[in-house]
């Protein structure tokens, strides 16, 4: 599937409104784990990404730096860096290709070289590692994205805030894998993607 201002601009106002109406539930997910805001600083960051894009921006990769640059700015935390360089990977791929499976592999090496977690080690990462082969092939579905999003739920935390609390970090859903559960979803339901 390959990219286009306008559908990437649609992808992220539907994850804003996701963020927005489920920012409550990340935080109280984040409370047991880890400070409780992770909902509060992903909704201060896309409203920012939602501001930004209302002015039309001129071409794909000047989107996603956009995109980057206000979700750097303003979300804070570890989840912003991560999150920010994911988009900022996708603005570098994007001079080269606007497939979206290439720009979200460049996005998931992003992530794993900024944050140093691999897939069981209970982050965004192993939503991103679940999920992008399957924009690859085309087969990814609601009930794919949830399965990966709770599969961390089993998991001990490595990396992050949710580390320090080792065995006790199990039996709680990752906030920042739910958070990308909804980039995924987002993107399932933007039409033209
Ligand atoms: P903070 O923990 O600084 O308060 P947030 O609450 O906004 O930041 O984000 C926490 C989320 O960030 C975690 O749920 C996890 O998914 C993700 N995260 C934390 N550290 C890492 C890391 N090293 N690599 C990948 N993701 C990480
Ligand atoms: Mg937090
Ligand atoms: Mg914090």
């Given at each position: 599937m390959t990219l286009t201002v306008d559908t990437l601009t649609s992808w992220m106002n539907n994850f804003a409104n996701k963020i927005e109406e489920n920012a409550q539930h990340l935080s109280d997910l984040d409370t047991?784990?880890?400070?409780?805001?992770h909902g509060f600083n992903m909704s201060r960051g896309m409203k920012a990404v939602k501001e930004k894009l209302a002015t039309k921006p001129v071409d794909v990769t000047s989107a996603f730096k956009t995109i980057a640059m206000a979700l750097i700015s303003?979300?804070?935390?570890?989840?912003g860096p991560l999150y920010g360089t994911a988009f900022l990977e996708m603005a570098k791929k994007s001079t080269t290709t606007n497939d979206l499976g290439e720009l979200l592999d460049a996005a998931l090496a992003g992530i794993e070289k900024r944050g140093g977690a691999k897939p069981?080690?209970?982050?965004?990462v192993d939503v991103w590692a679940k999920l992008v082969p399957d924009v690859k092939n085309g087969t990814l579905t609601e009930d794919k994205i949830h399965e990966a999003v709770v599969a961390t739920k089993d998991m001990v935390a490595?990396?992050?805030?949710?580390?320090?609390l080792g065995e006790r970090s199990k039996e709680h859903v990752d906030p920042g894998s739910e958070s990308s559960g909804y980039l995924f979803e987002a993107m399932l339901e933007t039409e033209g993607l």
């Open positions: 047991p784990i880890g400070d409780g805001d303003t979300v804070g935390g570890a989840s069981g080690d209970k982050t965004m490595k990396k992050g805030r949710a580390s320090y």
